[in-house]
Every structure is written in structure tokens, then in C-alpha cells.
């Protein structure tokens, strides 16, 4: 829901950040690869509860992530950078999840199942969307140049970022928080059918 708004915000200085990033030789599925190590990295820190540590991680992933894209619009943008982005991104996103389930089992664990279901529902309503967009060479750039169709929704990358940082913050809460976000998920998820089944019905 957020992600154009933020989008207007991280784009200019993420290129600034692109371009030192180019200018040490990196090149963006590099970057790719280094920030999905940092998510990796998170989820022991988590299961250990070291939520300060696995916050660092997670937001040195995201940032990347964004890093990622920048570096290769200065340079190229390839069809392996987009693939590699993207499952690295759902990995990620439920690898933190796990993290919260290794670490209090008894109490996350329930939660964590349904919001990696939830996950489910958003990532494959967002990726066969893409495909059939792409089929039909439907595009859009509403939330910067995409190597696929990026649909939106009621929970996107900004509030993912948002609820992981939150789950760090307050790990006492994590059951309600994976609940509430896991339900908001599921609206997405609905949303994404329903504007697919106007799109692709006829």
C-alpha cells in the first residue's frame, strides 16, 4: 500500500548509494547475494533472541534490496537480477518468521504457521499475476522500473519491512503481530484474485 509513497522518498538517494556501489565494482545480483546473506544471518540471531542483532540484519538486508535495483538501473537490469531479487525476498520474509518460531516454539510457533500461510497467499497471487501480465505485455512503473509487473496491495514491501522491525521490537508480541498481519495478508491476497479475475476473466 505504501510502497509508491515510499518509493517518491529512498529513490534518490539510493541512486546516490548505486553509484558508489558501481563505482567499487559491484555489480547488483552481487549485491543481491550479500544482502540475502544478511537475512540468512538473521534467523539464528532471532532463534537466539538476540532481536537488536537480528534487526540490524534484516534492515541491512532490506536496504540491498533496495540497493540492488539501483545499481542495476545504472548499469542493467537482467531477467536472472529480477528472479534472484524476488526469492530472495520471500525467503527472507519467511526465514525472520522462522527465526520468532525457533525461538519461543511454545508461544510463536502457531502464529508463525499461519503467517508464512499468509505468505503464500500474497507471493503466488503476486508472481502468477506477473506472469499472465507479462503474457499479455501488460506493464507498470506506478512503483519504479520493475523487471516484472508488480501488483500492489494492502501489504507490501514498506509494511513487511514495518511488522519484521515491530516483531524486533516488541518479541513479547510476536503471536499478535504475526495474527493481525497474517489476516491483513489474506486481504491482499483477495484483493489480488479479484483484480486478476477482472483483468484476466474475458
Keep these: 500500500m505504501l510502497d509508491a509513497w515510499m ?11 548505486g553509484r558508489h556501489a558501481v563505482s567499487l565494482g559491484l555489480g547488483a545480483n552481487q549485491v543481491t547475494l550479500i544482502g540475502f546473506g544478511f537475512g540468512l544471518a538473521a534467523i539464528p540471531a532471532l532463534a537466539l533472541e538476540a532481536y537488536g542483532l537480528g534487526l540490524g ?3 541491512l538486508n532490506r536496504l540491498a534490496d533496495g540497493l540492488d535495483g539501483a545499481v542495476a538501473r545504472l548499469t542493467r537490469t537482467s531477467d536472472i537480477g529480477g528472479y534472484l531479487d524476488i526469492v530472495s525476498d520471500f525467503l527472507v520474509y519467511s526465514g525472520v518468521v522462522f527465526g520468532f518460531a525457533l525461538a519461543r516454539p ?3 510457533a502457531l502464529a508463525a504457521s499461519f503467517l508464512v500461510f499468509s505468505f503464500i497467499g500474497t507471493g503466488t497471487s503476486f508472481l502468477a ?3 499472465i501480465a507479462a503474457k499479455r505485455q501488460i506493464v507498470s512503473e506506478d512503483r519504479g522500473r520493475k523487471t516484472f509487473f508488480y501488483l500492489g496491495g494492502l501489504t507490501e514491501g514498506t509494511e513487511t519491512i514495518a511488522i519484521m522491525a515491530l516483531f524486533c521490537l516488541f518479541p513479547d508480541a510476536f503471536a499478535w503481530l504475526a495474527w493481525g498481519f497474517g489476516a491483513l495478508c489474506w486481504v491482499t491476497t483477495v484483493f489480488r484474485i479479484l483484480t486478476a479475475v477482472r483483468a484476466f476473466g474475458r
Aim: hydrophobic share 45%.
Design 7 to 17: 518509493r517518491e522518498r529512498i529513490d534518490s538517494p539510493l541512486e546516490k548509494m
Design 57 to 59: 540484519l534484516i534492515m
Design 106 to 108: 511454545e508461544v510463536n
Design 129 to 131: 499475476y506477473a506472469i
